[in-house]
């Protein structure tokens, strides 16, 4: 039985297609364009002094603001911050969380940086009830990338005094294979 024409057509575009999407994963790169949010916050870590070296390097070679960048307030001012992740590209996801307001200035001055931490791997951050919540894994011998034994979930707190987020806890709960039952938890005055 012969194929019909249309079916030889669909065959040689899928594979097309396949070779083109095996072709970019090894390339290692994207087609996709940043946002203007990620052009900005990339440009203004990249002009920051602040800025590790690294992160910087990172930024120019493969690097990325990561895409989903959360807005809230941090601060306690009723305006809009940024929670910003760098996200490495590769398997240590995001390594640098930076949190961008205005606090303190006109509500149409240029945002700045407000908290930074930049030595971090696959990290996660959200916010919640006007605090930062921060998880990084803590992984076990033999744990796969994908699921740590354990995440430490350390919660940030804005400080009127210092003008930045201050730890105020920290726990640790099971990884993504556990119960998520809390193991230990430290709690610090701010």
Do not use: N
């Not at 960048?69 to 009723?78: K, N, R, S």
């Not at 398997?91 to 407000?114: E, I, M, N």
């Not at 556990?178 to 938890?185: F, K, L, N, S």
Request: hydrophobic share 40%; charged share 20%.
């Amino acid at each position: 039985m012969r194929r019909p024409r249309i079916v030889k057509g669909a065959l040689a575009a899928v594979a097309l297609m396949l070779g083109s999407t095996t072709a970019l994963l090894l390339a290692g790169g994207s087609t996709a364009q940043p946002s203007r949010s990620q052009q900005l916050f990339r440009k203004t870590l990249l002009d920051d002094p602040k800025t590790t070296s690294g992160v910087k390097r990172l930024l120019r070679e493969g690097g990325f603001v990561a895409p989903a960048i959360e807005f809230g307030d941090v601060t306690g001012d009723a305006r809009s911050d940024a929670v910003v992740l760098v996200d490495s590209g590769g398997a240590a996801g995001a390594v640098a969380l930076y949190v961008f307001s205005t606090h303190g200035r006109a509500a149409d001055s240029a945002l700045r940086t407000v908290y930074r931490s930049q030595g971090l791997y696959r990290a996660q951050a959200e916010i919640s009830a006007g605090t930062l919540i921060l998880r990084v894994p803590r992984f076990a011998e033999g744990d796969d990338l994908c699921c740590p034994a354990k995440v430490v979930e350390r919660v940030y707190a804005w400080s009127s005094s210092a003008k930045t987020l201050k730890l105020r806890s920290t726990r640790e709960v099971d990884g993504p294979t556990g119960t998520a039952a809390t193991t230990t938890t430290a709690t610090t005055p701010g």
